[in-house]
């Protein structure tokens, strides 16, 4: 039975991917700079003898063509880079690349895209069609390695009928799945404003505008336009993460500098709250004797899972996991530039648990001690070689 044949090779293949995993991990690299990653996984490709071409630079194509290979195509995509994170985890496989850090998981992703690669290559003669592998990079960083993947037409000649990938969850159990129908991740754009004045002596601000006084108005402010203007059951978040002005106790800065991030799930919403930020932070700011620069750099699109697709490989993957290892992916407001991808073509975008309580293996991504249970590995290969064949 090909189930268990898949099973059996994700098992058996499943050491020598925790070793590339262990590999991966140590050697990170920021987005659209995987230049050594790519080349490690292109060597990983040749041994298995899978022809590949590189895309976007550091991206990577290939495919695998199985009995009739015009029949059926499907994509199947995992992303390459990682974080400016310091890692705090004392493992045998810590990052080497200082500041650096796989605290998202695409280092897990590589890894299990290249395990299903070895098995869908390995039954290439009991399954029909052709499965196209998308090693990708710059997912972490505007505009996303998605729309240069898509540019180069990584999903033209031949178009896959759907695109499927899967991210680690640290809330989620070793050995679960999740997946949802729909919209499953918001849109995400970037803020960048600088508020100028001329600066002086902190004991004489009337003789100039409080740059600081002024963006921490400024912050709280803008806080408004979600809470009074979205309507409340269409979830927005508006984060200012950065401020940056002044190094002493008695000058006021001639410039302060905000960063911050702007996410929401309805598309309609998103732009108009664009112009509500541009309105409140220009009026405010003018109105206390500062100018301003403001920048929205537009980001990823909301993820959408088409739901035909997506219910038959949830389908599918209760029968290989077991239905009571298969939940409801949670509406998340993180981003994703897959969703550059499912305007295109239809996508399933799920979730694999990596959470492992006993071993202490409990933190978010994005964070310092960020890690995995990886034994999530060989399940995440068995089941993306499984939705590979037969999604």
């Known amino acids: 039975m090909l189930t268990e044949k898949i099973k059996n ?17 140590a050697n990170p690299e920021l987005s659209y700079q995987e230049f050594k990653t790519t080349e490690y996984v292109q060597q990983q490709l040749t041994q298995m003898g899978i022809e590949f071409e590189v895309k976007a630079t550091t991206g990577i194509l290939a495919i695998i063509k199985g009995k009739n290979a015009e029949s059926r195509v499907l994509a199947l ?11 705090e985890n004392e493992v045998p496989y810590k ?3 200082t500041g650096v850090m796989h605290a998202c998981g695409h280092d897990v992703h590589t890894t299990i895209l290249l395990g299903a690669a070895k098995i869908l290559h390995e039954l290439k003669a009991e399954w029909e069609g052709t499965v196209k592998l998308l090693f990708q990079p710059g997912e972490e960083r505007n505009p996303g390695g998605a729309s240069y993947m898509i540019k180069e037409g990584v999903l033209e000649n031949p178009r896959p009928k759907a695109i499927v990938a899967l991210h680690v969850h640290p809330g989620l159990e070793v050995g679960k799945l999740s997946f949802r129908k729909g919209r499953v991740m918001a ?14 002596h902190a004991a004489a601000p009337h003789l100039t505008a409080d740059t600081i006084l002024i963006a921490s108005q400024l912050i709280v402010s803008l806080q408004q336009i979600i809470s009074r203007n979205n309507s409340p059951i269409s979830p927005s978040v508006l984060s200012i993460c950065s401020i940056q002005g002044g190094n002493t106790t008695n000058v006021i800065p001639s410039e302060v500098k905000l960063m911050g991030t702007f996410r929401a799930m309805d598309e309609v919403w998103r732009y108009k709250a664009h112009e509500l930020i541009r309105k409140q932070a220009v009026g405010l700011v003018e109105s206390m004797g500062a100018e301003i620069d403001l920048h929205i750099d537009i980001g990823y699109p909301t993820v ?13 993957a209760d029968g290989y996991m077991g239905k009571e290892n298969v939940m409801e992916t949670e509406l998340r407001m993180g ?12 996508g399933c975008f799920f979730r694999l648990g990596v959470r492992n309580e006993a071993k202490g293996i409990v933190h978010q991504v994005h964070t310092p001690k960020f890690d995995i249970d990886e ?3 060989e399940i995440g290969a ?9 999604g």
Do not use: C
Not at 306 to 313: C, H, I, L
Not at 382 to 390: C, P, R
């Open 375 to 377: 034994n999530a590995i």
């Open 77 to 87: 995509r995992a992303d390459m880079d990682a974080l400016p994170i310091t890692e």
């Open 382 to 390: 068995g089941i993306m070689a499984y939705l590979g064949i037969k």
């Open 95 to 97: 990052s080497t690349n």
């Open 304 to 316: 959408d899972n088409d739901p035909v697709f997506t219910e038959a490989a949830w389908q599918l």
């Open 335 to 346: 981003a994703e530039d897959f969703g550059y991808y499912t305007q295109v073509v239809p």
């Open 187 to 200: 849109s995400a754009d970037e803020i960048y404003i600088t508020i100028r004045s001329k600066g002086g």
């Open 9 to 25: 090779l994700a098992k058996e293949y499943a050491p020598e991917l925790i070793q590339i995993r262990r590999h991966l991990h």
